[in-house]
Nanobody, 115 residues
Framework: QVQLVESGGGLVQAGGSLRLSCAAS????????MGWFRQAPGKQRELVAT???????VYANSVQGRFNISRDNAKNTVSLQMNSLKPEDTATYFC?????????WGKGTLVTVSS
């Protein structure tokens, strides 16, 4: 079972930047899909960005050009660099991994963007 632990959330002003990190309990080299989802209060969880083992990435339209996902296989981490943050980016951000058709989730880290 893969355990995922997020860090890096916090309070930031609109236009600022944050970097989220997700540490996996084991090697991510064999994990095809890893990524980030978010859930704002009263809303459904939504995809933010995903990264495959081969380096393909997918971004939500709302974050395209502002966020960047990266994987570090040596450190077993996946990170999300968030720039030009907007109040509507306020949410709990969850790290996600899918290995052999099984989904794994972290407990989440809160990002609050003030206007």
């Amino acid at each position: 079972q893969v355990q995922l632990v997020e860090s890096g959330g916090g309070l930031v002003q609109a236009g600022g930047s944050l970097r989220l990190s997700c540490a996996a309990s084991e090697s991510i080299f064999s994990i095809n899909f890893m990524g980030w989802f978010r859930q704002a209060p009263g809303k459904q969880r939504e995809l933010v960005a995903t990264s495959t083992r081969g380096g393909s990435t997918v971004y939500a339209n709302s974050v395209q050009g502002r966020f960047n996902i990266s994987r570090d296989n040596a450190k077993n981490t996946v990170s999300l660099q968030m720039n030009s943050l907007k109040p509507e980016d306020t949410a709990t951000y969850f790290c996600y991994a899918n290995r052999l058709a099984i989904d794994y989730w972290g407990k989440g880290t809160l990002v609050t963007v003030s206007s």
